[in-house]
């Protein structure tokens, strides 16, 4: 996923989640994410959501999810996530927190990009 393939990356995620039901809440966000990157937004909205649901205090699946709704023109739902991600965590950054990832700069854009589109804020 951080090195560009993210779709390569999803049967380990998924035999984690088998080897470790446990934390299938954490590893639902790198399917997620692994979607996002791929461009498969519908399915990274509906795994983001699963996620959130499952941890509803996770701020990061929120930017994800605000993000992907928004290139997908769905800018009042991106919005209103970007509402809960604040009740959470007022301060967040998300171009400070995504910086500190291990991601490539292109798949920070991309997110960053997606919260411009619904003119949320990235710092």
Known sequence: MYQGEPL???PFIEQAMRLDPAFRQHYLHFVAM???FAGQLEK???????RI???PGTDLSRVYLA???AHLGRLDEAREVWRQLREINPAYAAATHLRRLALRAVDI???LDGLR????PTD
């Open 8 to 10: 390569k990356g999803l």
């Open 117 to 120: 589109k619904a003119g949320l």
């Open 67 to 69: 993000s992907a709704l």
């Open 34 to 36: 692994a979607y996002f």
């Open 109 to 111: 854009e991309r997110v």
């Open 53 to 55: 649901t499952l941890n």
């Open 44 to 50: 990274a909205v509906e795994v983001f959501r699963e």
